[in-house]
């Protein structure tokens, strides 16, 4: 508890908010860019003066962290407690990546042999990959010694997670947090005790890829089709919960790229499926995108002055890559494109930005 309350005094100057988009594999360059956030700032620390004792983790620098489709594994993957000590992450970053590169195959299983698969009528009747391996995968990175799962309330002490998804039983947004006592919903203290891969598989399930997932006797689907990027309204939830001058927002995409789809002029639904959700997302992402750059760049001085700061980490792909490309040629484009960015000038900003300006949390006793 002490931690929780040092994060919410309010004579900080900043709050500290991370957003991820959806994306797919994609979601393999935000974990690349993150873990090398967690190394340099570590590098840069000396090890006598850390502010918690340990290295610094992403968990520990940021107060509001959010997540949509694949982002939500990310996001959830970096604020998970510790067994043991709950004011500290169970994983380093370089975790997310090791998913990515390495269980890329067990998350992407085909629903039907490809013998199969390959009949024409068939495969408009059953969603492209089956989620087992995916729900084994996610149990077995969100569960304590005992067996038991992690749910919402496992969450690292003072940190506030928020996973869009969409509930097509009742026909409506949903905002998966562990934050019940600032939402103004019925309903939102329910979401606490949900399971995290639960959560994750309801914000992941992207129409033709994998089945809408049922919990609770609703069913959800990927949060991308309505909030591809969930900055915007983690920053309104930050401002609910945090009083401080300050709501330093770095937003992280999965790589844009947007297809030629003239194509498309007059095609059917076997032409339209992943194109059509990587329209949705990419057009959801930059509608938040717009609204944050606008303002945070007008220098009208009768302009009303705004509390954020809005630090959007938005690397371009040089090909397009669909969002379930797990071939080895696709990962390691993908990794070549997060570390081009980590070379260049807004990644060190955002660097120095958070060595000059991030007060510590949770400190020890």
């Known amino acids: ?27 393999l360059i935000p974990s690349i860019i993150l873990d090398k956030l967690e190394k340099v700032i570590n590098e840069k620390i000396d090890d006598g003066r850390k502010p918690l004792g340990r290295d610094l983790r992403i968990a520990d620098i940021f107060d509001v962290v959010a997540g949509t489709s694949t982002g939500s594994i990310i996001a959830l993957g970096l ?3 510790d067994e043991v000590d709950k004011s500290k992450p169970k994983h380093p970053a370089s975790k997310l990546v090791d998913i990515y590169e390495k269980e890329r195959n067990h998350i992407f299983k ?3 042999p490809f013998s199969i698969s390959s009949s024409f009528p068939l495969k408009f009747f059953c969603t492209k990959y089956k989620p087992d391996n995916f729900e084994a995968l996610l149990k077995e990175n969100f569960s304590r010694k005992n067996n038991e799962i992690c749910t919402l309330n496992d969450i690292v002490e ?22 019940p006592t600032y939402r103004s919903t019925d309903e939102s203290d329910i979401y606490t005790s949900f399971s995290i891969p639960d959560v994750i598989r309801a914000s992941t399930a992207a129409p033709t890829c994998f ?25 309104r939830d930050a401002q609910r919960i945090y009083k401080t001058n300050k709501y330093v927002v770095v937003s992280l995409g999965t790589g844009y790229y947007q297809e030629e789809i003239n194509h498309l002029t007059s095609g059917g639904p076997a032409y339209w499926g992943l194109p059509f959700l990587s329209l949705t997302m990419n057009s959801s992402s930059k509608l938040v995108e717009g609204y944050f750059s606008n303002n945070n760049n007008d220098k009208n001085p009768n302009k009303l002055v705004y509390d954020f700061e809005y ?5 371009e792909l040089d090909r397009d890559t669909s969002l379930d490309d797990t071939s080895q040629d696709s990962i390691n484009n993908l990794r070549n494109v ?10 060190n900003n955002l660097v120095d930005k958070i060595l000059n300006y991030w007060e510590p949390k949770n400190l020890p006793s």
Do not use: C, Q
């Not at 997060?338 to 990644?347: G, N, P, Q, R, V």
């Open 110 to 112: 085909p629903s039907l």
């Open 211 to 235: 089945p809408a997932k049922e919990i609770s006797k609703n069913n959800y689907i990927d949060g991308g089709v309505f909030m591809n990027n969930p900055s915007y309204f983690a920053y």
């Open 158 to 179: 003072g940190v506030h997670v928020l996973v869009p998804s969409y509930n097509i039983t009742k026909k409506e947004e949903v905002y998966f947090n562990n934050y």
């Open 338 to 347: 997060a570390e081009k960015y980590i070379k260049e000038e807004e990644f």
């Open 311 to 315: 630090l959007p980490i938005r690397p």
């Open 1 to 27: 508890m002490d931690g929780y309350l040092k994060r919410l005094e309010t004579g900080r100057e900043r709050t500290w908010i991370l957003s991820i988009d959806g994306g797919g594999i994609r979601g």
């Open 79 to 81: 604020t998970v407690s």
